[in-house]
T-cell receptor
Framework: AQSVTQLGSHVSVSEGALVLLRCNYSSSVPPYLFWYVQYPNQGLQLLLKYTTGATLVKGINGFEAEFKKSETSFHLTKPSAHMSDAAEYFCAVSRSSGNTPLVFGKGTRLSVIA | DAGITQSPRHKVTETGTPVTLRCHQTENHRYMYWYRQDPGHGLRLIHYSYGVKDTDKGEVSDGYSVSRSKTEDFLLTLESATSSQTSVYFC?????????????FGPGTRLTVL
């Protein structure tokens, strides 16, 4: 079985500060890992994904994440927060084929303070 | 844009009534999914489909049924709606991009069961 744990249901940062959203996963097979963002009253938008290859993955809007197998982690970072980054962020895992259903974490709401 | 539409976008219904939600896609994707989103739970899989007339249950399938009689439509039915099914429902498709499969989400349907 697969599972995802997102540490911190709510993270607050100042504008211009580092954003760090934590995600740890459990998987018995090599995982595919995803980060999605959800703005208020909208659907989910893919930020970035890890499948195979390079462990540092760059996504949209300046976000990146690093797959660390030894730590079973896939933390999301952005060097400098912008007010427009305020949203809910979901980490998700699937088995090796991306066609298999996703297992989501419970989400982390990011607030950005001016 | 993965060409996914959901209808209705909002619905209020009463306990005990049947409800059908529709997911429509325009790009002939084989895999389709229904998730529900609830505060504190993230997104959880209800049912998914891997082809016309081919479906399987997810984590929270009790009280829900699905049908897929043609590639472009995936219907989710609540046979007898209960208040615990008040939720936001998201449809997703799986699309192959950049050599791997990724799920893309529709705009969601907000369902309230009174």
């Amino acid at each position: 079985a697969q599972s995802v744990t997102q540490l911190g249901s709510h993270v607050s940062v100042s504008e211009g500060a580092l954003v760090l959203l934590r995600c740890n996963y459990s998987s018995s097979v090599p995982p595919y890992l995803f980060w999605y963002v959800q703005y208020p009253n909208q659907g989910l938008q893919l930020l970035l994904k890890y499948t195979t290859g390079a462990t540092l993955v760059k996504g949209i809007n300046g976000f990146e994440a690093e797959f660390k197998k030894s730590e079973t982690s896939f933390h999301l970072t952005k060097p400098s927060a912008h007010m427009s980054d305020a949203a809910e962020y979901f980490c998700a895992v699937s088995r090796s084929s991306g066609n298999t259903p996703l297992v989501f974490g419970k989400g982390t709401r990011l607030s950005v303070i001016a | 844009d993965a060409g996914i539409t959901q209808s209705p976008r909002h619905k209020v219904t009463e306990t005990g009534t049947p409800v059908t939600l529709r997911c429509h896609q325009t790009e002939n994707h084989r895999y389709m999914y229904w998730y529900r989103q609830d505060p504190g739970h993230g997104l959880r899989l209800i049912h998914y489909s891997y082809g016309v007339k081919d479906t399987d249950k997810g984590e929270v399938s009790d009280g829900y049924s699905v049908s897929r009689s043609k590639t472009e439509d995936f219907l989710l039915t609540l046979e007898s709606a209960t208040s615990s099914q008040t939720s936001v429902y998201f449809c997703a498709i799986s699309e192959s991009r950049q050599g791997s499969d990724t799920q893309y989400f529709g705009p969601g349907t907000r369902l309230t069961v009174l």
